[in-house]
């Protein structure tokens, strides 16, 4: 095949480093970066402008991206999404009004739960939209509008660039549909915009933490058990690290929403089980804080993902604290997704499990 590791031991960290320049690529697609603007298909943007919710379904990963899309555009366009895993997606039989935009995530553009999905969608005449990575997959022949993410091929099973630059798009979606329906000033789209074009720079960056989040992965690979935390926007990214905890090293993993914590799986806390937190200095930072405390006054090791600004916040120690770059909030999803893909891919090397291949997964499910 044409595609090779370069010097890099499996395709899935090729991929993670990667995502500097293919985020920079997807992210050149749809924003104009001489004027801080922009550029969807003009009859999508009036429709993001006319309609009264959003349904996003996908699977896996996908799904997770999507559900990073619903906090985005309810927050910053104010509308109205509902996301679904797109296997559960039909038969709860959503009500489909006329006119109405779905939008169908899939980096293999094949998966089957995915595209029965948008043919349900069809049939309720809605208007499909789909963000897939395979131009030429049949998700992106159905649809009537595709956004194509530019990650290039993805051979690892567990879905790392495809990811990130899916989020990119998403990000784009957002300023759009913020704009058209107003929420959004021309300055706050430039902010958003500025925001996003650091995100490479960013990236690069955090990428550089490598050799710490290593560490902290090989005692991670010690545990039979570890909880993913976080609030807003970093929730899904905290399912994702958990996901890809578990797709590629075997450890059973959760991600759990930080506030919900003590709802249920306080009850599992330990002082073997290694929790991981992702605390961006914002305004949720005191919220999970205090939810990080109740964890750690029952022994848990901690791995605090935060900022300098949080860092110092945080008076005691936790087992662990990797410190990342201040970013503008709108783009931490892009960026705290980085060390949630590097302890998943750190902890499955030192247990010796088939990173690119792992047991019982294929890299695109096409039955339901
Ligand atoms: C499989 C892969 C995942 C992926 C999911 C959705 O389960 O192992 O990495 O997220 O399918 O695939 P898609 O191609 O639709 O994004």
């Known amino acids: 095949s044409m595609i090779d ?18 985020v ?58 509902d996301v679904d895993i797109a296997s559960e997606f039909r038969y709860r039989e959503p009500i489909l009004g006329p006119g109405g935009l779905s ?23 809605q208007t499909v939209a789909s963000i897939v990575n395979v131009e030429d997959s049949t998700i992106a022949r159905e649809s009537d509008l595709i956004l194509p993410t530019l990650a290039g091929p993805e051979i690892g099973v567990a879905s790392t660039k ?42 690069t960056q955090t990428l550089r933490l490598e050799e710490q989040i290593e560490g902290i992965a090989r005692e991670l690979s010690r545990a039979k058990d570890a909880l993913y935390l976080g609030r807003g926007m970093n929730y899904p990214i905290a399912l994702e690290g958990a996901l890809k905890l578990k797709e590629i090293s075997y450890i059973h993993a959760e991600g759990y929403a930080a506030g919900e914590l003590k709802h249920g799986p ?53 087992f662990a604290r990797v410190i990342l770059p201040r970013m503008y909030q709108f783009v931490q999803p892009l960026i705290y997704a980085l060390p949630m893909q590097l302890l998943a891919y750190h902890a499955a090397v030192s247990i010796g499990t088939d990173v690119d291949q792992p047991r019982n997964l294929a890299k695109s499910v096409t039955v339901e």
């Open 5 to 22: 590791r370069g010097n890099y031991r499996h395709f899935m960290s090729k991929e993670i480093h990667e995502q500097p320049e293919v």
């Open 266 to 318: 306080i009850a599992l806390v330990d002082e073997n089980m290694p929790i991981v937190v992702i605390a961006p200095s914002d305004m949720m930072f005191e919220k999970t804080v205090s939810n990080m405390q109740e964890v750690a006054a029952r022994g848990g090791r901690i791995v605090l993902l935060t900022d300098a600004e949080g860092a110092h916040a945080t008076g005691e120690q936790p």
């Open 162 to 203: 495809a990811f990130t630059c899916q989020l990119s798009v998403l990000a784009a979606i957002t300023i759009a549909a913020g704009r058209v329906r107003g929420v959004l000033g021309e300055e706050d789209e430039a902010k958003l915009v500025r925001a996003l074009i650091e995100v490479p720079r960013l990236m």
């Open 24 to 81: 920079s690529h997807t992210l050149a697609r749809y924003l104009d970066m001489s004027t801080g603007r922009v550029t969807l298909p003009e009859g999508f943007v009036e429709q993001l402008g006319r309609v009264q919710r959003l349904s996003i379904a996908a699977c896996g990963t996908a799904y997770l991206a999507g559900l990073v899309g619903k906090y985005w555009m309810e927050r910053y366009a104010r509308l109205p999404v």
């Open 103 to 125: 939008l169908f995530i899939s980096q293999s553009g094949e998966t089957a739960d995915t595209l029965s999905s948008l043919r349900y969608c069809r049939e309720a005449e």
